[in-house]
């Protein structure tokens, strides 16, 4: 076989196969496509549905201590990086609030965090300021 017959020969296998692999992810698509179980298996719908459960908008009832809110606090000050600045004492606000005062070093206060008792998120605004 000469060297032109060789890389038709090639160009035409490459070609094909191409065109098989094309074939056979076109036919998967159309199927899951027509699938009557689509959604139970993930489709978009169900991705739109299953995306609140377990993030931060869920609603959850932690009923959370004084030491676990100081905690959640304390957690995002390593997140933040600022070695600076700790957690100092933690009071209770009203039923559902605790107030987290965050100092520095030598514990003069920074500022307060109100963390929310039933799902643990911080109100108002906790974060880095830009």
Do not use: W
Not at 29 to 47: F, I, L, N, T
Not at 59 to 78: M, N, P, S
């Amino acid at each position: 076989m000469n060297k032109i017959a060789k890389y038709t020969l090639i160009t035409v296998v490459v070609a094909a196969a191409g065109l098989t692999a094309v074939g056979a992810n076109a036919d998967r698509s159309e199927h899951r496509r027509h699938c009557d179980r689509a959604e139970q298996r993930g489709g978009p719908d169900a991705m739109m549905q299953q995306k609140g459960q377990g993030s931060r908008g869920a609603y959850r009832d932690l009923d959370l201590t004084a030491d676990e809110a100081k905690t959640l606090v304390e957690a995002r000050l390593i997140m933040d990086g600022n070695d600076r600045l700790k957690t100092g004492q933690v009071a209770e606000k009203d039923q559902g609030t605790y107030l987290v005062d965050i100092v520095t070093l030598d514990n003069s206060l920074v500022r307060q965090v109100e963390v929310d008792r039933d799902d643990g998120l911080p109100r108002g605004s906790f974060g880095r300021r830009r």
